[in-house]
C-alpha cells in the first residue's frame, strides 16, 4: 500500500454513512532503525468533513495567521478530526480499481475515537 | 570569506531571470515605444511583490533548509501541486526556450552569424555550464555580467531627455492611440514578467545551494534589496530609452536588434559592444536560471535529490531534467519559432502558477515549527496578502485580455 491508496478516499462509518475524505496521513518515527531515521509506521488518518482539499497544515496548530486565509481554511475544515490506523475496519482494495463511490471508501469501527487533529 | 558584492550575486542573477530575459528585453522595449513611461507605476508594484515573497521564500529556505517546491508539496498535497508543477514547468521551459534562442540572437548581434546556427551552440554551452560550474561561479559571472545592462540607464542620461517630459510620462494613462484593453493587458504581463514562479524557485533553491542558514537571513534580504529593484530599474530604463528615441519617430519594436537602436544613438559602438555582452549574459544567465528551475521543482515535487552542490552522479535525475529541457528548448527553436513570440503565451500558465505558489509559501512563512520567531510579522502578512489578492486577480485578467486583444496586437 502507498500513501495514495488512502488520500482523497472517502470515508464511511460502520452503518455506511459518509464522515469525509482523507485529507492527510500522520505517521511516527519509532520502527526499526532505517537508513537515516527509524522507519515511519501510519499512526492515524486525518478526515475532513466538507471537502478533500488540503488543510494546509493548520490542523497541526493554533496558528491564527495570514488573514484572512487561515480563518478561511478553518471554517472551510471545520469538524476536521483524527482517526487511529486501529479504529479502521477495512480499506479498499488498491488493486481492485475504480469501482462504485461507496464501495471504495475506507470504513471506521463501530466503536472509533474521532480525535482533536492538533498536535 | 565572499566579498560584500558578491554575497549579493544570487538576487541579481535572479533578478535578471525575471526582468531581463529575452522576453521581458523586448516586451520593455516594446512597451516603452507605445506607451511611454506611463506602464512604469507596474513595475514598480511588482518589483515590491517579488521582494514581498522572495523575502519570505529566502527566510524559509535559510530558516529551514527547504526550498520552495518542496514546501509547496508538503502543504498543497500531491494533486493540486502537480497541478502548480505541471503549469510552472511550461512557464519554465517556454522561458528556457526564449532563452536559448535569444542567446543566439544576442550572438548574432555580436557576429551577424545567423541565430539559428547559434541555437545549438547555446545549448551546450548552458549545458556545460549547468554540468560543470560551480553554484557560485555560475551566480557571479552572470550576475556581474549582466550589470553591463547598466548601458541602458547610461544611454537615458547620454540622450540628454526633456526631464520634465519625461517625467510627465510617469503618470499612468492610456495613450490615445492605444485602447485600454491593450494597456492593461501590457500592464498584466510586466506585471506577471515581475512575478514569475521561477524566480522563487530558483532563489529559494539558490538559497540552499548557497548553504544558507539562520545567520545567512541578513544575506537573503540583502540580495532581495539589491536584487530586484535593480531588475526593476534597468527594465524601466529600457522603456525609457524606447520613450525616448522610438516614440517621437513612429518606431514600433519587434526583435531584439532595435533594442539597441537608442543605445546606438547615445553611446555609440562602444556602448553598444557593452550593452551586447549584457544581453548575451542576461539571456544566458535567464537560461541557467530556468534550466536549473526545471530540476529544482521536479526534483523537489518527486523527492530527488537536487543540487548543483552534489555531483552530477549523486544527483541524476535532477541533472537529466535539465537535459530534457534543453533537448526541448532546441528542438521547438528548430522548428523556426519566433523565441521571443514564444513567452506571449506563458501567461496563461502564469495564471495557475502563481496563486499555487504564493500562497504555500505565504502559509509556511507563518508556521512556528518552521520558523520559530522568525515568523511573519504584521506588516509582510499585510503586504503578503494584498498581493495575493493582486496576483488572483491579474491572474483572472490575464486570459481573456490576451484573447481580446490577441496578445497586445
Known amino acids: ?119 | 570569506m565572499k566579498s560584500r558584492l558578491l554575497t549579493v550575486a544570487l538576487g541579481i542573477l535572479t533578478a535578471i531571470g525575471g526582468f531581463l530575459d529575452a522576453g521581458d528585453l523586448v516586451t520593455n522595449a516594446v512597451v516603452g515605444s507605445r506607451f511611454g513611461l506611463s506602464l512604469a507605476w507596474v513595475v514598480l508594484v511588482g518589483v515590491v511583490g517579488i521582494c514581498v515573497f522572495a523575502h519570505m521564500s529566502g527566510k524559509v529556505a535559510a530558516v529551514s533548509g527547504r526550498a520552495t517546491f518542496e514546501v509547496i508539496r508538503e502543504r498543497l498535497g500531491p494533486t493540486t501541486a502537480g497541478l502548480n508543477l505541471a503549469a510552472s514547468l511550461a512557464v519554465t521551459v517556454l522561458t528556457l526556450v526564449a532563452e536559448v534562442g535569444g542567446i543566439a540572437l544576442a550572438l548574432q548581434l555580436a557576429s551577424s552569424v545567423d541565430h539559428r546556427l547559434w541555437v545549438p551552440v547555446a545549448a551546450l554551452a548552458v549545458w556545460l555550464v549547468l554540468w560543470r560550474v560551480k553554484f557560485n561561479l555560475m551566480e557571479n559571472v552572470t550576475g556581474l555580467l549582466g550589470l553591463t545592462l547598466v548601458g541602458f540607464a547610461v544611454a537615458v542620461f547620454l540622450l540628454g531627455p526633456d526631464w520634465g517630459d519625461l517625467a510627465a510620462q510617469l503618470v499612468p494613462q492610456v495613450p490615445v492611440q492605444e485602447s485600454a484593453a491593450v494597456y492593461w493587458y501590457f500592464a498584466v504581463a510586466l506585471f506577471g514578467a515581475a512575478m514569475t514562479p521561477y524566480e522563487v524557485f530558483f532563489f529559494s533553491s539558490g538559497g540552499v545551494e548557497d548553504g544558507w542558514t539562520v545567520k545567512d537571513l541578513a544575506s537573503s534580504r540583502l540580495n532581495v534589496m539589491v536584487g530586484f529593484p535593480l531588475g526593476g530599474l534597468l527594465s524601466v530604463s529600457i522603456a525609457a530609452c524606447a520613450a525616448i528615441v522610438l516614440l517621437p519617430a513612429g518606431i514600433q519594436v519587434d526583435s531584439m536588434s532595435q533594442l539597441t537602436l537608442p543605445i546606438a544613438e547615445a553611446g555609440g559602438t562602444l556602448l553598444v559592444a557593452v550593452v551586447i555582452v549584457g544581453l548575451v549574459a542576461a539571456t544566458f544567465g535567464a537560461a541557467l536560471e530556468t534550466a536549473l528551475s526545471t530540476g529544482y521543482t521536479l526534483s523537489q515535487y518527486l523527492g530527488w535529490s537536487w543540487g548543483k552542490f552534489r555531483r552530477p552522479a549523486r544527483a541524476p535525475r535532477f541533472h537529466l531534467a535539465m537535459i530534457l529541457a534543453l533537448v526541448v528548448a532546441v528542438g521547438v527553436l528548430m522548428t523556426n519559432v519566433d523565441p521571443i513570440a514564444v513567452t506571449e503565451y506563458s501567461v496563461v500558465f502564469s495564471a495557475v502558477a502563481l496563486p499555487l505558489t504564493y500562497l504555500p509559501i505565504l502559509v509556511v512563512a507563518n508556521d512556528p515549527e518552521y520558523m520559530g520567531e522568525h515568523v511573519n510579522g504584521r506588516f509582510m502578512n499585510v503586504l503578503g496578502t494584498v498581493y495575493l489578492f493582486i496576483l488572483v486577480v491579474a491572474a483572472l485578467a490575464a486570459i481573456p485580455l490576451m484573447i481580446v486583444t490577441e496578445a497586445g496586437g
Open chain 1, 1 to 119: 500500500m502507498i500513501a495514495s491508496d488512502l488520500l482523497d478516499v472517502p470515508v464511511h462509518d460502520e452503518a455506511g454513512a459518509h464522515l469525509g475524505w482523507v485529507v492527510d496521513l500522520r505517521f511516527v518515527l519509532d520502527g526499526a532503525p532505517d537508513t537515516f531515521l527509524a522507519r515511519a509506521r501510519l499512526h492515524a488518518l486525518v478526515v475532513s468533513p466538507r471537502t478533500r482539499t488540503s488543510f494546509m497544515g493548520f490542523e497541526r496548530s493554533s496558528v491564527r495567521h495570514p488573514w484572512p486565509v487561515a480563518p478561511i481554511l478553518r471554517w472551510w475544515h471545520r469538524g476536521t478530526f483524527l482517526v487511529h490506523w486501529p479504529d479502521v475496519a477495512r480499506v479498499p482494495d488498491p488493486d481492485a480499481g475504480a469501482g462504485p463511490e461507496d464501495t471504495a471508501a475506507i470504513v471506521l469501527r463501530a466503536e472509533f475515537t474521532a480525535y482533536e487533529p492538533g498536535l
